[in-house]
């Protein structure tokens, strides 16, 4: 009897003793704290990232100057976004082998120099190749810049507050490219469209570069990787190819709708499909058989992940082209000034801002499904409201109904990357972050081409600009626009259905 006392009592220290730790390991889970050198470093590196991206969506407000100035026309002042999207696109791939190569201090500061360099090129020249040139080093720049912080918050964040931090990381791929109208809107009306680079050097320099100074950290050791230059040059000739594909093929389609020649961007399109396809297979075929590839690619096998990469692919031709959308639905069809039509793209942005980390502390307090799917449902009510009232939008309507798609873009996008990246082995997370950031490129590229395409095509023959039959055709474009984003929004969201019914048997099983 006394034996079983004791037996009895051990049992039930023992018991105690398992739920005490058990107690203590949650409370230290949740009380895990950012730390501020973390902060500081995603501060220092994002701002490079959003000041690359702000730049790239502030020029598209200023093409009519730039073609008066350079004396262009509109063909080729497109060169001055397509070029630096062709750049970034370009050096994205190569984040893994640098993130593995190089720390990330040394990252940081070739980031800041590109910048700056490509800044003052930008405010010097009076050129149009000059320009090209100046946008191909910031392209470079906010190449190198947006993997690296996305790296540093998958390396360096607790476990517990991934999610909100990558909310933050996400508030500079979204909020960017969504108040680049605006401030491209308000440069073009006070001051000459120069300015805007004149301002971004002393924000660099005067606060991103000490504070990366002081807080850009290594935790992970460098690796002794090896470039592999021929898988290198067939991913930008991928990546070329098929941007440039979506680019002359939206050239030839207005053409032959106008009544033009479109025999030249026709070939050229046809080539630069032949070429990306077969450079992205000899890529992927070149990658399997490497020892040291360039983009390690075996984690795509999995379907949960892959359907994952392809909703975060298609989302931002959405996301991304909604600000080209609005600014011109508003200025062609509505009438409003470069300057309204800009500022109507700027309270969604806002509310990116502040619903992208809310997202984030969602994921992380209850999973992935519920916080993406249900941001994705409300995000797709936006695009159908603009379909149904696309024949009598105003520019109160048009912000109200971006508003919408804005709140549930900004606080679900971030989540995907978040989750398919917890899905696969961390030493593949370099080359996770480099895939997903070079479709997240290629998708807003892609946004882009395709919207410009369709409102042409809807323009076609209807007169000239500022007629009430251009105004009409434009707003039809608007409501063939407005359908095909339902549409894309719609098949992000049953690729995410599937992935999270794949995740669900998996944990059925275990």
Known sequence: MEERNITTTTAATESQAITTNAGTQEAVISDERIPGKLIGAIVAVGSLAFIGILTETVMTVLFPQLMREFNVDTATVQWITTIYLLVVAATMPLSSYLNRRFKHRTLFLAAVALAVLGSLIMIVGHAFPVILIARVIQGMGSGVATPLMINIILEQSPKSKVGRLMGVGSLVITVAPAIGPTVGGAVSSILPWRAIFVIVIPIILLVSLPVGLKCVEQHRPTEEARLNSLQFVS??????????????????????????????????????????????????????????????????????????????????????????????????????????????????ALIGAFFAPVGGMLYDRFGPVRPILGAFFAAICGPILLLVFSMRLTPVTLAGFYFIFGFGYSLGFSNIMTNALRNIAPQFMPDGNAVFNTCLQFGGAAGTALFSTILSVAQAGAGEEGGATFRHATAVGGSWTFATMIGIVAIAICCLIAAFRIGAKRNSRL
Do not use: E
């Open 235 to 348: 991913i930008v000739l991928a990546l070329c190819g098929l941007v440039m594909f979506l680019n002359q093929a939206g050239v030839a389609v207005s053409a032959a709708v106008s009544g033009g020649s479109a025999t030249v961007s026709a070939v050229f399109a046809v080539v630069s499909l032949i070429v990306g396809l077969g450079a992205l297979l000899f890529f992927g075929w070149s990658s399997k058989r490497s020892f040291s590839p360039l983009i390690r690619l075996g984690w795509l096998r999995d379907p949960m992940v892959l359907l994952h990469l392809i909703a975060y692919m298609l989302l931002p031709i959405v996301g991304i082209g909604f600000g080209y959308v609005i600014t011109n639905v508003a200025q062609l069809s509505l009438g409003t000034s470069a300057f309204l039509s800009g500022a109507l793209v700027l309270p969604g």
